[in-house]
T-cell receptor
Framework: DTGVSQNPRHKITKRGQNVTFRCDPI?????LYWYRQTLGQGPEFLTY????????KSRLLSDRFSAERPKGSFSTLEIQRTEQGDSAMYLC??????????????FGDGTRLSIL | AQKVTQAQTEISVVEKEDVTLDCVYE???????LFWYKQPPSGELVFLIR??????QNEISGRYSWNFQKSTSSFNFTITASQVVDSAVYFC??????????????FGQGTELSVKP
């Protein structure tokens, strides 16, 4: 039983560069979420997918951020023209929507982004 | 507006002591879900418990127990006979009705628990 997998684990880049993160959810899970966590804070919701459809985006998700989930499987989160404030841990989670209540989300290890 | 407050930023106890982590939430929905997650130093968030707003029964799982009180909008977590391996950051989270919001989690700021031998 494989859990949620995120790659890379760490990403260091210079300000202004583009970065892309990948998330592979638990295989039968139809919901996929992205969160951002900064030091000493709880995770903050960014966006979520139901299968391949992106159904909600937080106001935290500026136009430099884009997320996709082609074919309802893995997802990518891209940040263009990175800024210092983008430095954070980016967490992916997945869950199985059974139509009977909000099921637990299972999280990956996260991708830690550092902007130089 | 939805909000989760964990007023205790850090707690330090000696092994075998009991410890309670507080969580207070705000929501306008009548149907909602509450969760607790553990984040050990390795970083991965580990699911501990899910409780819906219609079930106010307390729950016990081994050394862990949870006290849900709608009257005070609280969902507190108690660890009995704490162990060093319990050292972690614990997050309380709220999720609104499945009919809106898509089940996104609203997290508190977390409580860092340190259990010393």
């Amino acid at each position: 039983d494989t859990g949620v997998s995120q790659n890379p684990r760490h990403k260091i880049t210079k300000r202004g560069q583009n970065v892309t993160f990948r998330c592979d959810p638990i295989s039968e899970h139809n919901r996929l979420y992205w969160y951002r966590q900064t030091l000493g804070q709880g995770p903050e919701f960014l966006t979520y997918f139901q299968n391949e459809a992106q159904l909600e985006k937080s106001r935290l998700l500026s136009d430099r951020f884009s997320a996709e989930r082609p074919k309802g499987s893995f997802s990518t989160l891209e940040i263009q023209r990175t800024e210092q404030g983008d430095s954070a841990m980016y967490l992916c989670a997945s869950s199985l929507d059974l139509g009977s209540g909000n099921q637990p989300q299972h999280f990956g290890d996260g991708t830690r982004l550092s902007i130089l | 507006a939805q909000k989760v407050t964990q007023a205790q930023t850090e707690i330090s106890v000696v092994e075998k002591e009991d410890v309670t982590l507080d969580c207070v939430y705000e929501t306008r929905d009548t149907t909602y879900y509450l969760f607790w997650y553990k984040q050990p130093p390795s970083g991965e968030l580990v699911f501990l418990i899910r409780r819906n707003s219609f079930d106010e029964q307390n729950e016990i799982s081994g050394r862990y127990s949870w006290n849900f009180q709608k009257s005070t909008s609280s969902f507190n977590f108690t660890i009995t006979a704490s162990q060093v391996v319990d050292s972690a950051v614990y997050f309380c989270a709220l999720s609104d009705s499945v009919y809106n919001q898509g089940g996104k989690l609203i997290f508190g700021q977390g409580t860092e628990l340190s259990v010393k031998p």
